[in-house]
């Protein structure tokens, strides 16, 4: 019974315990009822047989008095003896006698009631007759002396009676009292046994359970259970455990994942910050030997990978042209002879790395160093013996290749833009001196001519036309050279084009009375440098036409967006275009034109209805060789 109640589950345990505390509690007061109820109507049947002896006596003390007439003591006796009679047949005493023949009290009552139908009834019936009558006094005397002869042993079976009912009284007292020890010990039992079950099944193990909890709350998978079972407690420790297993487990590998996203963010940074020392180094200066020497040895610094060696090629020959390594001792480059191996590498390989060696056998990793399609050289790495740089460390290598390549290619470029810059100034030069200066040395070696011939003719008054003409000419001549001068040291700074028209602006207009006013809508960033230097040098040129030949009082410069491009315009309220047609020596407009013709627009001369002129430059900007993005950029500025 015990072992099947183990294998139950531990609340229904608990409950058959506590189910029989009640029950003994039950029991006890059940018991205790009964038996209470058995008790109720002894000390009444003691007491009733107790005065059977009383009443005895006194049956035995009125016959015996003889200072009563006979008459008085008969009817005393015959009254005090259905009093006894009365007694004896009381429910107090009749309901506290068994109705088992066996019992001992039934067998101590029949007793004394036979004893007093047969021994004492008789001979008191017949005494208290003869009391009555006119019998003699020896026949009276011996009847009372009959009945008083048999008073002491009737009274002894009374008090048997009595001890019988007593005896009855203190067992089932006895009884009483078993009853509610045994009750109260198996009560007592079966609280310490659940109480000791739920000790051992659920406080201990409830406890365990909390600080395995604890444990894990603070990050502590180490914490086990002991209790472990079939019933709901013991399931949870078992399950409490598995989970503790498995979360140190869990942790284990996310502390590992953790580790490894740690190395690998350190990493990373450090290829960041390599990455960012490599761009910084090749924004900063040109890519010379010395500069690659020394972003090489930082990069072996950096990756551990062994000897570098950056190999640039000569054009598309496959010639090795520089060669510049960490170690040039050990010698870890194939570019060596007229036809470089390295350089032969293709400039975009299917691979990150190409694998060469070289004359010693050595196996070389070539990154191609390049950029869209130009091609640049490779760049080697000797890595050691059996071993491959890490994925990531070989990605990190064609990065830095595909960086060199583009400052190489970015430098190349650069250079190529200040030729074609130097080469397209030459020709500005050139014209704007062929179409001033040049024209004006013509005329004044005409002049010359004129002179020597007029001296040769003897005409005194043509030599001083000629000399004034002469003077003149080199006065325009100078102030050409001067404006020439002037735009050949015009400068523009980081800030941009407004900041170069406003100075332009306050130079002319301290030069003469026009005060020159600026209108600039133009977004910043809209024009490329180029763009700005020409723009400024067409507002400097028209704004110099109005100083010279308008003779105006105001002017005005606007730029501003169009849905087709952007419009210069530069007026003023002058004289008018007519009076500066025919203008000996004015070759501004020419200029103004092969300038516009580069920006691949057009310049219109105007002529407003309130008079002066007006100068219309317009053009679609290449806003940094993007030209898509223009048309939402002028939108936005309109």
């Not at 009853?179 to 109480?195: D, F, I, N, R």
Request: charged share 25%.
């Amino acid at each position: 019974m015990i072992q099947r109640l183990r294998n139950k589950p531990l609340l229904l345990r608990v409950a058959v315990l506590m189910s029989a505390v009640i029950a003994l509690g039950l029991v006890s007061i059940l018991s205790s009822a009964i038996l209470a109820r058995t008790l109720e109507g002894m000390a009444a049947a003691i007491n009733q047989s107790g005065s059977l002896r009383m009443q005895s006596y006194r049956i035995a003390v009125a016959l015996a008095d003889e200072s009563n007439p006979a008459a008085e003591r008969a009817r005393q006796a015959t009254a005090l003896a259905a009093e006894f009679e009365e007694r004896l047949a009381s429910p107090r005493l009749v309901d506290a006698i068994p109705g088992k023949t066996a019992s001992e009290v039934t067998r101590a009552y029949a007793q004394v009631t036979r004893l007093w139908e047969t021994e004492m009834k008789v001979p008191l019936a017949e005494h208290t007759r003869l009391l009555a009558s006119n019998a003699s006094s020896d026949s009276k005397a011996l009847a009372r002396a009959h009945y008083l002869a048999g008073v002491d042993a009737f009274v002894a079976e009374i008090d048997a009676l009595v001890l019988v009912l007593e005896q009855v009284a203190e067992r089932r007292v006895a009884a009483l009292k078993a009853t509610q020890a045994v009750a109260l010990v198996l009560t007592v039992l079966a609280v310490a046994v659940t109480m000791t079950l739920v000790h051992r099944r659920v406080i201990r193990p409830l406890g365990e359970l909390l600080a395995c909890a604890d444990q894990v709350r603070q990050s502590d998978f180490s914490g086990r259970t002991r209790f472990t079972g079939d019933d709901e407690l013991g399931r949870l420790g078992a399950a409490m455990n598995l989970m503790a297993e498995g979360l140190s487990q869990s942790y284990s590998a996310l502390e590992q994942r953790v580790a490894e996203k740690t190395q690998d963010l350190a990493r990373t940074n450090r290829s960041l910050d390599l990455l960012y020392r490599t761009t910084a180094t090749l924004s900063q200066a040109p890519a010379d030997e010395g500069m690659l020497h020394d972003l090489l040895v930082d990069i072996e610094r950096a990756l551990r990978l062994g000897p570098m060696s950056l190999c640039l090629c000569q054009g598309g020959e496959g010639r090795g042209a520089l060669l510049v390594s960490t170690r040039p001792s050990t010698d870890p480059s194939p570019c060596a002879g007229e036809r470089c191996r390295a350089c032969r590498v293709s400039s975009a390989p299917e691979e990150p790395a190409a694998s060469q060696t070289d004359r010693s056998g050595r196996r070389i990793l070539a990154f191609p160093v390049g950029d869209r399609d130009r091609h640049f050289g490779v760049l080697l790495i000797v890595p050691p013996e059996d071993t491959d740089p890490a994925p990531w460390q070989q990605r990190l290598l064609a990065t830095l290749a595909g960086h060199i390549g583009t400052a190489l290619n970015l430098q190349q470029r650069m250079r190529e833009g200040r030729r074609l810059a130097l080469h397209e100034e030459r020709g500005v030069i050139a014209r704007e001196l062929h179409d001033s200066l040049a024209q004006s040395l013509s005329y004044l070696k005409i002049q010359v001519t004129r002179l020597t011939a007029a001296l040769d003719a003897e005409d005194p008054d043509a030599p001083r036309l000629i000399l004034a003409e002469l003077r003149e000419g080199t006065n325009s001549a100078y102030r050409q050279l001067r404006e020439l001068l002037t735009t050949f040291r015009l400068k523009m700074d980081d800030r941009g084009l407004n900041p170069a028209l406003e100075a332009t602006v306050r130079e002319l207009g301290a030069r003469g009375a026009v005060q020159i006013r600026l209108d600039n809508r133009l977004p910043p960033g809209l024009l490329t440098a180029n763009e700005e230097i020409h723009v400024l040098q067409i507002v400097r040129e028209a704004l110099s036409n109005v100083l010279r030949h308008a003779h105006a009082q105001h002017a005005e410069v606007r730029l501003y967006p169009t849905r087709n491009g952007l419009d210069v315009e530069v007026s003023d309220d002058g004289r008018g275009i007519a009076h500066q047609a025919d203008r000996t020596h004015h070759h501004g407009l020419t200029i103004m034109r092969e300038r516009a013709a580069s920006l691949g627009g057009k310049i219109w001369l105007e002529q407003p209805a309130g008079g002066g002129t007006r100068v219309r430059l317009s053009f679609r900007p290449n806003h940094g060789d993007r030209p898509e993005a223009m048309p939402a950029v002028l939108l936005g500025a309109l």
